[in-house]
């Protein structure tokens, strides 16, 4: 699999991911140093999270008690609206990475921010492990033709296998589009003789 310019996988070809998830707290300052800071460290990618709090959760969806304990509120909403960036924010961010020679990735966590991160032009994507079972993210996260990487520590492995038909039915699928857009454009060409 190639993410970017790079090989990836078997017989050993590593690809390092720096995690920068939430961490800028919802600064896009912050979010441009941890860039910064993964391509000096020679990070092949930074991975964020995209995503919009009033997609993700309702307004009184409590925190968890440790998010509680860390000062983080007593909503979940109120924290993850926060730590949101724009989507002009992340456009910014995935040009500094690209200048800066590392792959911009992020998680999306609705099928509209995957047709933005899409749109951005991003290497790859991916999925959180509690999308696992997401099949509708799954399968539009197929359908892109761009490698899938899935997080599998939130699932169980009748969930991986989900998860895995999933993606295989979307790609099958989208090869089937592909070959039939390219026959009937053999069809509607003229003959060259």
């Known amino acids: 699999m190639r993410i970017g310019r790079r090989l990836v996988g078997p017989p050993g070809f590593v690809y390092v991911i720096a995690e920068a998830g939430v961490n800028h707290d919802g600064d896009p300052g912050v979010a441009r140093d941890l860039i910064l800071a993964a391509a000096e460290a020679g990070a092949d990618a930074i991975k964020f999270q995209v995503f919009s709090a009033d997609r993700l959760v309702t307004r009184d969806a409590p925190a968890a008690e440790y998010?509680?304990?860390?000062?983080?509120?007593?909503?979940?909403?109120?924290?993850?609206?926060r730590l949101e960036l724009s989507h002009a924010s992340f456009a910014e961010l995935a040009?500094?990475?690209?200048?800066?020679?590392?792959?911009?990735?992020?998680?999306?966590?609705?099928?509209?921010?995957l047709r933005f991160l899409v749109s951005i032009h991003v290497a790859a994507i991916k999925l959180a492990s509690t999308d696992i079972v997401n099949v509708p993210l799954l399968e539009a996260a197929a359908a892109t033709g761009l490698p899938v990487i899935a997080s599998t520590g939130a699932a169980e492995l009748d969930e991986v296998e989900?998860?895995?038909?999933?993606?295989?039915?979307?790609?099958?699928?989208?090869?089937?589009?592909?070959?039939?857009?390219?026959?009937?454009?053999?069809?509607?060409?003229?003959?060259?003789?």
């Open 95 to 113: 040009d500094l990475a690209r200048e800066k020679g590392i792959e911009f990735l992020a998680t999306p966590f609705s099928i509209e921010d």
């Open 67 to 81: 998010q509680q304990k860390a000062g983080q509120g007593a909503g979940q909403h109120a924290m993850l609206r």
């Open 162 to 193: 989900l998860d895995e038909a999933a993606v295989e039915e979307a790609e099958a699928e989208e090869v089937e589009e592909a070959e039939a857009d390219d026959a009937e454009a053999e069809e509607a060409s003229p003959d060259e003789g």
